[in-house]
Protein backbone atom coordinates (compact mmCIF):
# COMPACT_ATOMS: atom_id res chain seq x y z
CA UNK A 1 0.00 0.00 0.00
CA UNK A 2 0.89 3.23 -0.72
CA UNK A 3 1.57 6.33 1.68
CA UNK A 4 -1.49 8.37 1.56
CA UNK A 5 0.30 11.25 -0.15
CA UNK A 6 1.41 9.16 -2.77
CA UNK A 7 -2.23 7.41 -3.00
CA UNK A 8 -3.33 11.04 -3.53
CA UNK A 9 -0.70 12.27 -5.80
CA UNK A 10 -1.43 8.93 -8.26
CA UNK A 11 -4.83 9.39 -8.30
CA UNK A 12 -4.37 13.09 -9.39
CA UNK A 13 -2.13 12.18 -11.97
CA UNK A 14 -4.38 9.81 -13.48
CA UNK A 15 -7.29 12.44 -13.56
CA UNK A 16 -5.05 14.68 -15.52
CA UNK A 17 -3.56 12.50 -17.93
CA UNK A 18 -7.59 10.45 -18.86
CA UNK A 19 -8.46 14.26 -19.67
CA UNK A 20 -5.44 14.73 -21.55
CA UNK A 21 -6.28 11.85 -23.58
CA UNK A 22 -9.81 11.72 -23.54
CA UNK A 23 -9.86 15.54 -24.74
CA UNK A 24 -6.81 16.39 -26.48
CA UNK A 25 -8.82 18.26 -29.23
CA UNK A 26 -10.29 20.88 -26.23
CA UNK A 27 -7.66 21.36 -23.37
CA UNK A 28 -8.33 24.78 -23.38
CA UNK A 29 -11.81 24.30 -22.05
CA UNK A 30 -10.01 22.15 -19.25
CA UNK A 31 -7.55 24.58 -18.33
CA UNK A 32 -8.75 25.30 -15.32
CA UNK A 33 -8.68 22.01 -13.63
CA UNK A 34 -5.86 20.30 -15.29
CA UNK A 35 -3.06 22.38 -13.34
CA UNK A 36 -4.89 21.42 -9.97
CA UNK A 37 -4.58 17.94 -10.97
CA UNK A 38 -0.91 17.94 -12.04
CA UNK A 39 -0.37 20.32 -8.97
CA UNK A 40 -1.89 17.76 -6.69
CA UNK A 41 0.46 15.18 -8.12
CA UNK A 42 3.29 16.97 -8.00
CA UNK A 43 3.58 17.06 -11.65
CA UNK A 44 5.36 20.57 -11.49
CA UNK A 45 6.51 20.40 -15.03
CA UNK A 46 2.90 19.94 -16.41
CA UNK A 47 1.10 21.99 -13.79
CA UNK A 48 3.22 25.20 -14.58
CA UNK A 49 2.67 25.13 -18.69
CA UNK A 50 -0.82 24.74 -17.46
CA UNK A 51 -1.21 27.27 -15.02
CA UNK A 52 0.32 29.67 -17.78
CA UNK A 53 -2.43 28.58 -20.68
CA UNK A 54 -5.31 29.01 -17.91
CA UNK A 55 -3.54 32.50 -17.41
CA UNK A 56 -3.54 33.08 -20.62
CA UNK A 57 -6.97 32.14 -21.70
CA UNK A 58 -8.17 34.33 -18.59
CA UNK A 59 -6.72 37.18 -20.11
CA UNK A 60 -7.54 36.33 -23.08
CA UNK A 61 -11.57 36.79 -21.60
CA UNK A 62 -10.51 39.68 -19.95
CA UNK A 63 -11.01 37.73 -16.85
CA UNK A 64 -7.84 40.33 -15.03
CA UNK A 65 -7.94 38.70 -11.66
CA UNK A 66 -8.13 34.68 -12.34
CA UNK A 67 -5.25 35.45 -14.88
CA UNK A 68 -3.30 36.78 -12.10
CA UNK A 69 -4.45 33.88 -9.74
CA UNK A 70 -3.12 31.70 -12.10
CA UNK A 71 -0.10 33.24 -13.21
CA UNK A 72 1.09 33.18 -9.78
CA UNK A 73 0.58 30.03 -9.36
CA UNK A 74 3.16 29.29 -12.07
CA UNK A 75 5.57 31.46 -10.56
CA UNK A 76 5.30 29.57 -7.04
CA UNK A 77 6.11 26.45 -9.39
CA UNK A 78 8.68 27.94 -11.53
CA UNK A 79 10.84 29.54 -8.47
CA UNK A 80 11.66 26.13 -7.32
CA UNK A 81 13.01 25.10 -10.58
CA UNK A 82 16.83 25.44 -11.34
CA UNK A 83 18.07 28.18 -13.04
CA UNK A 84 19.03 26.91 -15.63
CA UNK A 85 18.72 29.60 -19.23
CA UNK A 86 15.49 27.85 -20.72
CA UNK A 87 13.96 28.57 -16.83
CA UNK A 88 15.17 31.74 -16.72
CA UNK A 89 13.85 32.88 -20.33
CA UNK A 90 10.31 31.09 -19.25
CA UNK A 91 10.40 33.52 -16.08
CA UNK A 92 11.01 36.62 -18.62
CA UNK A 93 8.17 35.77 -20.34
CA UNK A 94 5.86 34.92 -17.19
CA UNK A 95 6.85 38.40 -15.59
CA UNK A 96 5.95 40.22 -18.39
CA UNK A 97 2.75 38.63 -18.55
CA UNK A 98 1.51 39.76 -15.35
CA UNK A 99 3.61 43.32 -15.51
CA UNK A 100 0.93 43.78 -18.69
CA UNK A 101 -1.99 42.74 -16.13
CA UNK A 102 -0.69 44.57 -13.18
CA UNK A 103 -0.73 47.67 -15.32
CA UNK A 104 -4.26 47.26 -16.43
CA UNK A 105 -5.24 47.02 -13.18
CA UNK A 106 -2.93 50.26 -11.69
CA UNK A 107 0.30 49.65 -11.12
CA UNK A 108 -0.09 48.28 -7.32
CA UNK A 109 2.62 47.82 -5.28
CA UNK A 110 3.76 44.42 -5.73
CA UNK A 111 4.26 45.40 -9.61
CA UNK A 112 7.65 46.70 -8.86
CA UNK A 113 9.21 43.68 -7.40
CA UNK A 114 8.19 42.07 -10.48
CA UNK A 115 9.74 44.56 -12.78
CA UNK A 116 12.87 44.52 -10.87
CA UNK A 117 13.24 40.61 -11.10
CA UNK A 118 12.53 40.67 -14.62
CA UNK A 119 14.74 43.43 -15.30
CA UNK A 120 17.62 40.91 -13.69
CA UNK A 121 16.87 38.15 -15.51
CA UNK A 122 16.84 40.25 -18.81
CA UNK A 123 20.18 41.59 -18.07
CA UNK A 124 21.69 38.18 -17.13
CA UNK A 125 20.47 36.61 -20.30
CA UNK A 126 21.36 39.55 -22.31
CA UNK A 127 18.61 40.32 -23.76
CA UNK A 128 17.86 44.43 -25.04
CA UNK A 129 14.00 43.53 -25.32
CA UNK A 130 12.96 42.42 -21.98
CA UNK A 131 16.23 44.99 -20.71
CA UNK A 132 14.28 47.62 -22.32
CA UNK A 133 10.54 46.66 -21.41
CA UNK A 134 11.33 46.60 -17.56
CA UNK A 135 13.39 49.79 -17.79
CA UNK A 136 10.70 51.73 -19.49
CA UNK A 137 7.88 50.18 -16.86
CA UNK A 138 10.17 51.02 -14.40
CA UNK A 139 10.18 54.43 -14.92
CA UNK A 140 6.25 54.58 -15.53
CA UNK A 141 5.97 53.24 -12.56
CA UNK A 142 7.41 55.64 -10.37
CA UNK A 143 6.44 58.20 -12.42
CA UNK A 144 2.81 57.23 -11.86
CA UNK A 145 3.11 57.69 -7.91
CA UNK A 146 5.01 60.70 -8.64
CA UNK A 147 8.25 59.60 -7.91
CA UNK A 148 9.82 61.76 -10.77
CA UNK A 149 13.61 61.81 -9.73
CA UNK A 150 13.48 58.35 -8.74
CA UNK A 151 12.01 56.99 -12.80
CA UNK A 152 14.54 59.61 -14.40
CA UNK A 153 17.59 58.08 -12.17
CA UNK A 154 16.57 54.61 -12.96
CA UNK A 155 16.73 55.57 -16.85
CA UNK A 156 19.93 57.32 -16.24
CA UNK A 157 21.17 53.94 -15.00
CA UNK A 158 20.32 51.68 -17.58
CA UNK A 159 21.52 53.90 -19.86
CA UNK A 160 25.00 54.37 -18.30
CA UNK A 161 25.00 50.08 -17.85
CA UNK A 162 24.01 50.02 -22.15
CA UNK A 163 26.71 52.05 -23.04
CA UNK A 164 28.78 50.17 -21.48
CA UNK A 165 27.45 46.87 -22.77
CA UNK A 166 27.13 48.57 -26.06
CA UNK A 167 23.52 47.26 -26.58
CA UNK A 168 22.21 49.79 -28.72
CA UNK A 169 18.76 48.02 -29.59
CA UNK A 170 18.21 48.91 -25.69
CA UNK A 171 19.80 52.14 -25.41
CA UNK A 172 18.97 54.02 -27.91
CA UNK A 173 14.91 54.13 -27.45
CA UNK A 174 15.56 54.25 -23.62
CA UNK A 175 18.14 57.52 -24.81
CA UNK A 176 15.50 58.85 -26.13
CA UNK A 177 12.91 58.78 -23.86
CA UNK A 178 15.55 60.35 -21.42
CA UNK A 179 16.09 62.89 -24.14
CA UNK A 180 12.56 64.11 -23.79
CA UNK A 181 13.11 64.38 -20.08
CA UNK A 182 16.14 66.46 -20.10
CA UNK A 183 14.00 68.51 -22.19
CA UNK A 184 11.40 69.56 -20.62
CA UNK A 185 12.80 69.43 -17.27
CA UNK A 186 15.58 71.73 -18.72
CA UNK A 187 18.41 69.35 -18.00
CA UNK A 188 21.35 70.52 -20.62
CA UNK A 189 23.83 69.62 -18.66
CA UNK A 190 22.98 65.87 -17.87
CA UNK A 191 21.61 65.62 -21.51
CA UNK A 192 25.08 65.92 -22.74
CA UNK A 193 26.62 64.16 -20.07
CA UNK A 194 24.73 61.10 -21.57
CA UNK A 195 23.30 61.74 -25.59
CA UNK A 196 26.42 62.41 -27.45
CA UNK A 197 28.26 59.56 -26.33
CA UNK A 198 24.99 57.75 -27.40
CA UNK A 199 25.07 59.34 -30.96
CA UNK A 200 28.81 58.34 -30.77
CA UNK A 201 28.23 54.74 -30.13
CA UNK A 202 25.55 54.63 -32.82
CA UNK A 203 28.20 56.01 -35.02
CA UNK A 204 30.76 54.04 -34.23
CA UNK A 205 28.90 51.06 -35.21
CA UNK A 206 26.92 52.42 -38.29
CA UNK A 207 23.88 52.64 -37.35
CA UNK A 208 22.65 56.06 -38.06
CA UNK A 209 20.41 54.96 -40.37
CA UNK A 210 18.43 52.60 -38.29
CA UNK A 211 14.91 53.11 -37.19
CA UNK A 212 15.44 51.38 -33.37
CA UNK A 213 11.52 50.79 -33.80
CA UNK A 214 11.11 54.81 -33.70
CA UNK A 215 8.27 56.38 -35.61
CA UNK A 216 11.11 58.81 -37.09
CA UNK A 217 14.89 58.54 -37.79
CA UNK A 218 16.15 57.90 -34.07
CA UNK A 219 19.77 58.99 -34.71
CA UNK A 220 18.62 62.76 -36.11
CA UNK A 221 16.75 62.63 -33.15
CA UNK A 222 19.06 62.03 -30.59
CA UNK A 223 21.48 64.87 -32.46
CA UNK A 224 18.42 67.46 -32.14
CA UNK A 225 17.94 67.02 -28.81
CA UNK A 226 22.32 67.33 -28.21
CA UNK A 227 22.23 70.77 -30.52
CA UNK A 228 19.33 72.16 -28.47
CA UNK A 229 21.13 71.73 -25.20
CA UNK A 230 24.47 72.79 -26.10
CA UNK A 231 23.04 75.49 -27.77
CA UNK A 232 21.23 76.47 -24.30
CA UNK A 233 25.34 75.59 -22.94
CA UNK A 234 26.65 78.57 -25.63
CA UNK A 235 28.61 75.40 -26.90
CA UNK A 236 27.60 76.39 -30.79
CA UNK A 237 30.08 74.85 -32.52
CA UNK A 238 28.80 71.31 -31.04
CA UNK A 239 25.45 72.34 -31.48
CA UNK A 240 26.13 73.46 -35.37
CA UNK A 241 27.83 70.02 -35.99
CA UNK A 242 24.74 67.78 -34.62
CA UNK A 243 22.32 69.81 -36.70
CA UNK A 244 24.30 69.20 -39.44
CA UNK A 245 24.27 65.18 -38.51
CA UNK A 246 20.86 65.09 -37.93
CA UNK A 247 20.05 66.88 -41.47
CA UNK A 248 22.15 64.54 -43.00
CA UNK A 249 20.91 61.41 -41.79
CA UNK A 250 17.21 62.39 -41.77
CA UNK A 251 17.59 64.24 -45.20
CA UNK A 252 19.22 60.61 -46.52
CA UNK A 253 16.32 58.28 -45.12
CA UNK A 254 13.89 61.08 -46.32
CA UNK A 255 12.40 61.84 -42.79
Known sequence: RYPKRSSGSNYHQKIGEAIEQLHSERLEEYSGILPYHFHKAEDQAKAYEYY????????GKYSNEEAINSYHQARSIIEQFSATQEVKIKKISLYTSITNLY?????PDQMLEVLQTGEKLAKELNDEKSILFFANYIN???LARGNVELGLSHIEESCKELLTTKQLDSLVPLSINLGFAYQVSCEDKK???IIPKVIQLIEK???????????TCAYSFLCVFASVSFAE???????TSCVEKAIQVADKVGD
Do not use: K, P, V, W
Not at 233 to 239: H, K, V
Open 52 to 59: IHAGDRAA
Open 233 to 239: LGCFNEA
Open 205 to 215: QNRQFDSFDFL
Open 191 to 193: MIR
Open 103 to 107: FIRGM
Open 140 to 142: TYH
